[in-house]
T-cell receptor, first 114, second 115 residues
């Protein structure tokens, strides 16, 4: 069955630390990939997306993600986190076989301490 | 920046009652979706809707569920006879183009509690 795995359920960092959140998917065909963020009390917002082209994608707020097709991965990175990055981060996949649905990972809760 | 809005933010209902969750998608968007997230679990796709028809639905979306676009702005999810296991956060989303070519924008969610 298609699935999306986020192995880090809860990450705690100090400000200025580097961040990498893992995302792996189990679908062999062409996919679109997304990272969404949900700040406390707010709705899901798009951080970045990959449809095609350069596998290194830059998003908002200094985030980037790298699509590695051979590893079925789309890890999210930020070189230096801020307290305001405290949020829940969701990886999502859209398998491109005539479906519009997003398949989400379980989410990673990031806490950044000053 | 335009946003998807949802009402109410929190709905409490008794088991067996009908509930209607409301969403106002972004105004020039044509594709609409409902997802839900049971506490501690993944966000799950329920249904997609385009041109006044369901275009795709998951196995969760059984006969107890229905969707409607009653006017030019609202998009509703109705649960006919709620069960305890329907307690979840329900998210509405919309996209201008099809979901596999365009970004889905999410609303803040409605927390449904079934007692």
């Amino acid at each position: 069955a298609q699935s999306v795995s986020q192995h880090n359920h809860h990450v705690i960092l100090s400000e200025a630390a580097s961040l990498e959140l893992g995302c792996n998917y189990s679908y062999g065909g062409t996919v679109n990939l997304f990272w969404y963020v949900q700040y406390p009390g707010q709705h899901l917002q798009l951080l970045l997306k990959y449809f095609s082209g350069d596998p290194l994608v830059k998003g908002i707020k200094g985030f980037e993600a790298e699509f590695i097709k051979s590893k079925f991965s789309f890890n999210l990175r930020k070189p230096s986190v801020q307290w305001s990055d405290t949020a829940e981060y969701f990886c999502a996949v859209n398998p491109l076989y005539n479906t519009d649905k997003l398949i989400f990972g379980t989410g990673t809760r990031l806490q950044v301490f000053p | 920046e335009p946003e998807v809005t949802q009402t109410p933010s929190h709905q409490v209902t008794q088991m067996g009652q009908e509930v209607i969750l409301r969403c106002v998608p972004i105004s020039n968007h044509l594709y609409f979706y409902w997802y839900r997230q049971i506490l501690g679990q993944k966000v799950e796709f329920l249904v997609s809707f385009y041109n006044n028809e369901i275009s795709e639905k998951s196995e969760i979306f059984d006969d107890q569920f229905s969707v409607e676009r009653p006017d030019g702005s609202n998009f509703t999810l109705k649960i006919r006879s709620t069960k305890l296991e329907d307690s979840a956060m329900y998210f509405c989303a919309s996209s201008q183009g099809q979901g596999h070519t365009d970004t889905q924008y999410f609303g803040p969610g409605t927390r449904l509690t079934v007692l």
